[in-house]
C-alpha cells in the first residue's frame, strides 16, 4: 500500500515562505499528475497546483506568481514552494498523486499564516 508523506508545514507571517514535500513510501507505477490541494476550515479543499510527469505545471489564479509546484522523478516527490503567504493561504495542505490506475492522498499538513 503505497503512502505519501507530507512534511514541511508550520507557522509561518504574512510575506513568509514555506517548502512543502510529499514523499511516496514505494514507487508509483504509470504515475500520471502529481497535485496539492488546500483545505481551509469550513471551506471545501480546492486544487492548488498540479504537475504532469512530462513537466507540466498549473495553478490556482490566487497561486500564480507565488507558489511553484516541481517533482523529482527518481524518488516520487512532489514540492510546493510557496512564497509571498498570505494569511488566506491558511489551510491543510494535501498531496494528490494519481496513477493510471490508483489516486492517492497524504494526510495532510497544516500551514498557517498570521502574525
Known amino acids: 500500500q503505497v503512502q505519501l508523506v507530507e512534511s514541511g508545514g508550520g507557522l509561518v507571517q504574512p510575506g513568509g515562505s514555506l517548502r512543502l514535500s510529499c514523499a511516496a513510501s514505494?514507487?508509483?507505477?504509470?504515475?500520471?499528475?502529481m497535485a496539492w490541494y488546500r483545505q481551509a476550515p469550513g471551506k471545501q479543499r480546492e486544487l492548488v497546483a498540479t504537475?504532469?510527469?512530462?513537466?507540466?505545471?498549473n495553478y490556482k489564479d490566487s497561486s500564480k506568481g507565488r507558489f511553484t509546484i516541481s517533482r523529482d522523478n527518481a524518488k516520487d516527490t512532489v514540492y510546493l514552494q510557496m512564497n509571498s503567504l498570505k494569511p488566506e493561504d491558511t489551510a491543510v495542505y494535501y498531496c494528490?498523486?494519481?496513477?493510471?490506475?490508483?489516486?492517492?492522498w497524504g494526510q495532510g499538513t497544516q500551514v498557517t499564516v498570521s502574525s
Open positions: 504537475i504532469t510527469s512530462g513537466g507540466s505545471t
Open positions: 494528490n498523486v494519481r496513477s493510471s490506475t490508483e489516486i492517492y
Open positions: 514505494e514507487t508509483i507505477f504509470n504515475l500520471l499528475v
